[in-house]
């Protein structure tokens, strides 16, 4: 059994003290620890188990075909974090053979992973038989087409990641219908990229990087199978044969040095065409086994390969959507000004399952005075409107705060006033403060704060802590309210820190938890480079459950 470590050690004796075969899964059903008896019955040694998905690794059918995910009771209450138990499941051995099995899962706290659960499992001591190739699509029943079908709509619309769509899309098929499978994508500038070659073997899908990568352009009257299927044309059958002859083009000897490579004595290449372009095409070929591709085959796959188009559009309009709008967010934030006597730097990230801008917004200008003016604040929403508005609030500030030399506190009560009357905003946190500094470099901050998380002051021996005073309550709230001012002194090599709630929220954990966090890490980081400094407290303090966008200003007082 794997051992890393006093934890993972004390978990191996216990599983080893347990009769019968076991193993852990994480929350996303990697086996994470395998007990002595559970290797002698998958005939697999824990390294081939540990790091594994246990459904594609282990959970087959009578037939020796993978469960697929949907219908796997073991995997569904692994996922579900709930106590399940069968009778009619089947291992696959690393021998090739079928271990049918009864089974118990229950969630554990080993400490080894936030969310484990716990898989018992014996011969049930029906007969087990050497697990087969699935049969070819061709030979499938109509339930079992369906059934496929089916699956490949709701794992491939689950994603909006492209990469991960394609990977699903591969085991889906790979060895379901083929134990060879390729996609070949055509990019955003009409250039086509080899994005997988994969083949299944020993009941694993194994990927051919030195077969992957760029390829030659498509030849726009070449009849060739994959030459057509890039065009949009039709599905072709092919085989090594197809490619014996004088190659046409760059594409017929990357095929030729595919086949070679592979094995493949039969193929069948199918476009990937949505409604309003063509994807790319999807290539399945038998080397291991021995049927060729017959019409019902086809079929199938071409009604496989309409529904994955379906979710690739979607999700190539999903990055392209996220893309524009991270892009537009970037140039709705202000460039910083060169200060003398200060450092500074910024950081924005978008809320990571996000397609649209969001409301949280820095600025940082110099006032006529010769004063820096600094400001963090987050308009609630995360579309269009809210962008909108924070644009509006940000220029309302700066127009306010350049003509008048008033305190922060006056500037906000003016801001939140004219937002009723002017900005398209409902309500907003802001922090909004002048940092001034005199002749003998001695540096004052003075702020008010609108219902925002107070900034962080962090001196270069490592002291944090947190600017409570001059709290006032949200824009939007009660505009008429008189505001506060507060001031503080930044020691020399001190950094001040001003944040958006993405910071310090969690779904999972309190906003005292996340303050503190940010704190201690943003103490220990005090020394470092002022970009050094950012991008690791960003990387460290950021709770990777974060579902918000994230601003971020840092200021260091680098002159006595």
């Not at 030195?210 to 726009?220: H, R, W």
């Not at 690739?312 to 140039?331: G, S």
């Not at 305190?407 to 009560?413: D, G, L, T």
Request: negative net charge.
């Amino acid at each position: 059994m794997a051992r890393s470590g006093g934890a993972r050690e004390a978990v191996a004796r216990a599983l080893d003290a347990l009769g019968t075969g076991a193993y852990l899964a994480d929350e996303r059903g990697s086996i994470v620890a395998v007990n002595t008896r559970g290797e002698q019955l998958l005939a697999r040694p824990a390294a081939g188990l540990v790091g594994k998905d246990a459904h594609d690794l282990l959970h087959r059918n009578s037939c020796g075909e993978p469960v697929p995910r949907a219908q796997c009771r073991i995997r569904a209450s692994i996922l579900a974090g709930r106590t399940d138990q069968g009778g009619d499941e089947w291992l696959e051995r690393g021998d090739g053979t079928l271990l049918p099995v009864a089974w118990l899962s229950t969630p554990c706290d080993i400490g080894l992973s936030p969310s484990a659960t716990l898989v018992l499992f014996h011969s049930s001591g029906r007969s087990g038989r050497p697990a087969q190739h699935p049969p070819a699509g061709g030979r499938l029943s109509e339930l079992e087409r369906l059934a496929l079908l089916a699956e490949t709509t709701s794992v491939l619309t689950s994603t909006l990641d492209i990469h991960e769509a394609l990977r699903r899309l591969i085991h889906l098929v790979a060895p379901r219908l083929a134990d060879w499978a390729v996609i070949d994508l055509i990019q955003e500038q009409g250039e086509v990229w080899r994005f997988a070659v994969a083949h299944a073997e020993g009941g694993t899908v194994m990927f051919r990087e030195d077969l992957q990568g760029p390829m030659p352009p498509v030849p726009q009257e070449s009849p060739m199978p994959l030459s057509r299927a890039l065009r949009g044309v039709a599905s072709s059958l092919a085989g090594p044969e197809t490619y014996q002859g004088p190659p046409d083009s760059g594409i017929a000897v990357e095929q030729r040095h595919l086949f070679e490579a592979t094995g493949m004595h039969a193929a069948v290449v199918v476009p990937l065409r949505s409604l309003h372009e063509v994807l790319g095409a999807l290539t399945l070929g038998r080397a291991d086994q021995p049927e060729r591709f017959t019409a019902t085959e086809v079929a199938l796959l071409e009604d496989i390969a309409r529904r994955a188009s379906l979710a690739l559009e979607n999700a190539r309009l999903y990055q392209r959507q996220r893309t524009v709008a991270e892009t537009m967010q970037r140039h709705l934030l202000p460039k910083l000004p060169h200060t003398p006597g200060h450092g500074m730097t910024a950081r924005y990230l978008p809320a990571p399952d996000a397609s649209q801008v969001g409301g949280d917004w820095y600025d940082a200008f110099t006032l006529p005075d010769g004063a820096t003016a600094l400001a963090i604040g987050d308009v609630v929403g995360h579309d269009l409107e809210a962008a909108a508005g924070m644009a509006q609030l940000r220029n309302m500030l700066r127009a306010y705060a350049l003509s008048q030399e008033k305190p922060p506190s006056k500037i906000v009560e003016w801001l939140d006033r004219a937002t009723r009357e002017i900005a398209e905003v409902s309500i907003a946190t802001l922090v909004f403060a002048r940092m001034t500094q005199d002749g003998a470099g001695r540096c004052e901050l003075s702020w008010t704060n609108a219902g925002h998380p107070p900034p962080l002051l962090v001196t270069r021996e490592g002291v944090a802590r947190y600017l409570t005073d001059g709290h006032g309550v949200l824009l939007g709230i009660m505009p008429e309210r008189v505001r506060p001012d507060a001031t503080a002194e930044v020691p020399p090599g001190a950094t001040l820190l001003l944040y958006t709630d993405g910071l310090i929220e969690s779904p999972r954990h309190g906003l005292d938890e996340g303050m503190n966090r940010l704190r201690r890490h943003a103490a220990a980081l005090a020394q470092r480079p002022l970009e050094s400094f950012t991008d690791q407290l960003l990387a460290r303090a950021r709770p990777p459950d974060n579902d918000d966008d994230v601003a971020l200003l840092a200021v260091r007082h680098t002159r006595g």
